[in-house]
């Protein structure tokens, strides 16, 4: 089997479809026996500068069942808010810690961390991606199409973190990937650069489009995401006009595949982005979602700490 161990987990680029398949398989394992004790002693660091319930919660209960303890960590707490450096940091919490988790509102200082620890770190949120979130949304597609190779998944809303990795992922699974925006909310064009290069690689496809009917059309998946992302608060009011037209409801459901799919990775607006009825209907995983983040991160854990 492949060597995770001390690996980081800043974006999934830095990693292969199989070995995505092995985490995927691991995380089924998790699901199944979520009480074996395999990181008995071990604890995860969890610095936070934004707000958070699933990837808090999730994490610290993942390590909790599998022997481990988790340190909540918030910005505003410890003494990087008072200015301590993020190289010491790190220096410091690889002489405790096993792992660390970090939320931020930059990639740079995720590297910067990464860079000057000793020991695994995971993204648990930056501005540019969510891998995380992505594992446990394909995890979910699988658990119910059986499949993901060929799966069209559609992606309608703000080009953001959540749809970065989603694209770079699904890619990686060979699915084909529509990430539908209005005019200046479409993904990063690097992203977008970077997802098509994976995507080549495995037979999927990554495309951009500004129609949501067209593109829903077919579709397997369809995902949204909230339309003003933490830090994005005052910018609420124009993006509330600029997305109209976007939103997930009955209609556009009805001009997708009959047993579509819909996800969400959560906190929802209902109404906005998403209509209740969508998002609280028969065709909605988006709480099972929530629960394979636990699953799939404990794999992660498991895989970058190592146990053997
Ligand atoms: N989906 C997600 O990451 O949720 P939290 O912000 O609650 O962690
Ligand atoms: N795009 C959202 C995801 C929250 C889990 C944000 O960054 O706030």
């Not at 022997?67 to 190289?87: F, K, P």
């Not at 970090?102 to 000793?118: D, F, G, N, P, V």
Request: a negative charge; hydrophobic letters at 40%; aromatic letters at 8%.
């Amino acid at each position: 089997t492949t060597n995770f161990k001390g690996r980081n987990l800043l974006h999934w680029l830095d990693y292969s479809q199989a070995e995505v398949s092995e985490l995927l398989a691991q995380a089924q394992y998790v699901k199944e026996n979520p009480h074996s004790k395999v990181l008995s002693g071990k604890t995860l660091g969890m610095i936070f500068e934004k707000s958070s319930t699933r990837t808090r919660v999730s994490f610290e209960v993942g390590m909790v069942q599998m022997g481990g303890h988790a340190l909540y960590l918030n910005t505003d707490d410890i003494q990087v808010g008072r200015g301590e450096s993020l190289a010491d940091t790190a220096k410091v919490l690889s002489g405790y810690v096993d792992a660390i988790m970090y939320r931020t509102t930059s990639h740079q200082k995720l590297e910067e961390l990464a860079e000057h620890a000793t020991i695994p770190v995971i993204n648990g949120l930056c501005d540019v991606y969510h891998p995380c979130q992505a594992l446990a949304d394909i995890f979910t597609m699988l658990e119910w199409k059986g499949r993901l190779c060929g799966l069209k998944v559609v992606y309608i809303g703000d080009g953001n973190n959540v749809a970065h990795s989603l694209m770079i992922l699904s890619a990686m699974m060979g699915m084909e990937v529509v990430v539908v925006t209005p005019e200046g909310y479409e993904p990063d064009s690097d992203v977008v650069a970077q997802s098509q290069a994976v995507a080549e690689k495995y037979q999927g496809s990554v495309t951009i489009s500004h129609d949501p009917e067209e593109a829903v059309s077919g579709a397997d998946v369809i995902y949204t995401d909230v339309w003003a992302s933490m830090g994005q608060e005052e910018e609420q009011e124009t993006r509330m006009k600029d997305f109209q037209g976007y939103q997930v409801n009955q209609s556009l459901l009805e001009k997708a595949k009959q047993d579509v799919l819909f996800l969400h990775c959560l906190p929802a607006h209902r109404e906005e982005e998403v209509t209740a009825e969508v998002i609280d209907g028969p065709h909605s995983a988006v709480f099972q979602q929530a629960e394979n983040r636990m699953h799939v991160q404990k794999a992660v854990l498991q895989a970058l700490i190592g146990y053997r």
